[in-house]
């Protein structure tokens, strides 16, 4: 690929990090389609990166030269008729929500971050909470592919390839642009509270079912919990009313947790007394805003992660096991364990994919704890007895016998891969072994 320079690459918390044979942002499609080309000619491994906010073996990979779409970002149209708006791959949610709000539209359901680029987002599945939305992909009702074998390739959500390539697109090509649904603009109030695990489980259905978004956060070592109950508010003329809840995530969920997470790393043998100071500063409070705005927070604290998909009526069985890793405060952390809930899909890697709904279990630890690895291990072999799937962009450690069977379409899904990349130019090292070489040729 030409004289390339060597290029330094760290994800968000700091858990992957590379030195890229090359980095190149191109601003037009055609370029884009020359990089992928040339390095099909070439054997050049190539990954593709949005804003960097995966935990997982995803992107890092030493031999390969790395494409970022920032330079290729941008609204292309919205179709008031059609309720869909055409954009460039490389468009932070962050910038969709603003130009679509300041037209009357928005996103029907978001994460709880809004710097990923819509590129990153939806081919790992990214999704917000709330029983009645699907993942991110849900919203795709079209989306250009650039893949080494296939060059570029329109795919409409009733194209038999759709279902195999929307989410885990990484390992086919580089999306270039996506067509998504839009709904008329909404607000949101936001309720937050404190709650005992306990209530969680009396409450369960009336929290998750009888709300638009419901999310509940546990935190480790205690029956604490902190509970989100978010709906929309349908009076428009409604008085903006967030102050409260902007101090709350200004200063508590970020320089007052900074702060005792740094006191925690430093001594670790006074967990159990700031995990009482926290349990004290859970707030209620209420929040009406812009709908984005209510979905995304401000996340200051670094932190690891994984998170696995489970079936919802899976979940307190799933607690019941949890509660010896995480109700004793073995792991000394006081980042909460998070439980949101995805209506299911039928997206062949997608985490949300069966005939079941889904509830995700995501556990976190503050950046520089070393015992992420072993606390996420001892998640991931209870979830993993459950039917549990990893969130692509999250830690795992599932090996290529763990994915054996988790997702029942992977054999097709392999044999298609083969077709858009046979000489396997885009998988990470990691996901060959675990996903992509684990298939048999049909
Ligand atoms: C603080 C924080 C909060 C988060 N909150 C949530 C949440 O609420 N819900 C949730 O589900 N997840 C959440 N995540 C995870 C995050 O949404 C995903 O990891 C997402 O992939 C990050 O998007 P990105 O643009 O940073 O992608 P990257 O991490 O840069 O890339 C992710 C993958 O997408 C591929 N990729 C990127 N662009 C393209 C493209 N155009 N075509 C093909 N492949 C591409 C990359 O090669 C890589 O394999 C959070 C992460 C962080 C750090």
Known sequence: MGNQKKHTWRNWSGSQSCNF??????STEKEIIDIVERCRESKTPLKFVGSSHSFSHIIADDSSVLLSLESYAGILKIDESARTVRVKAGTSVHDLSRALWAKGW???NLGDIEEQALGGAICTGT???GVRYKNLAGFVR?????SPDRGRQVLWAEDPEFKSTAVGAFAFGLVTEYVLDIVPKYLLKLDMFPASMSEFESNFKEWVYQNRNAEVFWFPGSESALVKLTNEVQDQNVEIKNKKSEFFANYIENKAF????RLNKSMPFCNGALVKILEKLLPSTTKIDYSYKVYATVREVRFQETEWSLPITALFDVLKEMR???GKGNFKTLFPVEFRFVKKDDLHLSPSYGAEDRVYIAAHTYYKDSFYREYFRQLQQIF???????HWGKMFFATAADFQGMYPMLDKVCSLRELHDSQGLLPTTTLKECVFGNFKKT
């Open 106 to 108: 928005a996103l029907e």
């Open 142 to 146: 079209e989306f250009t592919l650039v």
């Open 127 to 129: 999704h917000g909470t």
């Open 324 to 326: 010896a890793v995480v």
């Open 258 to 261: 900074g702060l005792l997470n």
């Open 384 to 390: 993993l007895r459950y039917g549990g799937r990893p």
């Open 21 to 26: 044979q090359g980095f190149m942002a191109p």
